[in-house]
């Protein structure tokens, strides 16, 4: 749907012209962008039981890079851009006295695993409006992300007194890449020396980047149980680009 979207304002001539190389003319194409974002939760299924909880939380993930915009036509100004980004995912598992043999009133036991990936977006963006120092786009594209450092094979359990309670695994039929559209809405500030751009950014994911299954067992009153997770990969971002001036213009 958004490539449908954006080829049909690039091929439709009722479209106000607007030179969006108007952002560049004091301002390099180039330049440093850093992001902050909130994954969505894991999805748990099931998760009914009211005397054990296994939960892992919103991740949070910080980015640096650079973007470059590589191309401008009327109102539309296209972009790219590379990413490094580290992430930690929060798990947290809990049982109450009643299930355990121990003399706890309750076992929480709280992981955060951290990784790295690689992140590629593709923006196609639109400026519908423009000041003297000031300018407003909304954009729609495509990304690829690459998880090279993701620890498949990890796990998490929770034994006590040599009594395994709770496990959980990861399967590991996964993929490197994984693809996602977004939209965005940004503005730009223009500076003397620098020109900023404040985005929010939504990412759908098209592969669920976290998914497996858990068990809790030897408890004390409850069957044992297993369930599934999953997470999308889907989240909220705000990002911040900061474009240098241009010191000699041709």
């Known amino acids: 749907m958004s490539i449908l979207f954006i080829t049909t304002f690039l091929i439709n001539p009722s479209v106000k012209a607007q030179n969006s190389n108007r952002l560049f003319n004091k301002h390099h194409k180039w330049g440093a962008v850093t992001q902050y974002n909130i994954f969505d939760s894991a999805n748990i299924s099931p998760n009914n039981n009211p005397n054990v909880n296994y939960e892992i939380f919103k991740s949070k993930l910080f980015a640096l890079g650079i973007v470059y915009n590589f191309y401008q036509y009327n109102n539309w100004n296209f972009n790219a851009e590379l990413q490094l980004q580290w992430f930690g995912d929060m798990e947290s598992i809990t049982i109450l006295e009643a299930e355990n043999i121990t003399s706890f009133n309750y076992v929480d036991l709280s992981n955060t695993e951290h990784d790295k990936t690689g992140y590629l977006p593709l923006t196609a963006e639109y400026i519908f409006y423009e000041t003297g120092s000031f300018s407003f786009g909304i954009g729609a594209g495509v990304g690829l992300t690459y998880y090279w450092h993701y620890d498949i094979s990890g796990s998490s359990s929770l034994t006590i007194n040599d009594v395994t309670l709770f496990e959980a695994f990861e399967i590991d039929d996964y993929q490197?890449?994984?693809?996602?559209?977004?939209?965005?809405?940004?503005?730009?500030?223009?500076?003397?020396?620098?020109?900023?751009?404040?985005?929010?950014?939504?990412?759908?994911?098209?592969?669920?980047?976290?998914?497996?299954?858990?068990?809790?067992?030897?408890?004390?009153?409850?069957?044992?149980?297993?369930?599934?997770?999953?997470?999308?990969?889907?989240?909220?971002?705000?990002?911040?680009?900061?474009?240098?001036?241009?010191?000699?213009?041709?």
């Open 176 to 250: 490197l890449f994984y693809l996602s559209n977004h939209l965005q809405a940004s503005v730009y500030f223009k500076r003397e020396k620098f020109m900023l751009k404040a985005s929010v950014v939504y990412k759908k994911s098209h592969t669920s980047f976290r998914e497996g299954y858990y068990e809790f067992k030897n408890l004390e009153l409850s069957p044992d149980f297993q369930g599934i997770f999953d997470q999308s990969g889907d989240f909220l971002g705000f990002s911040l680009s900061i474009y240098p001036k241009k010191y000699f213009n041709k």
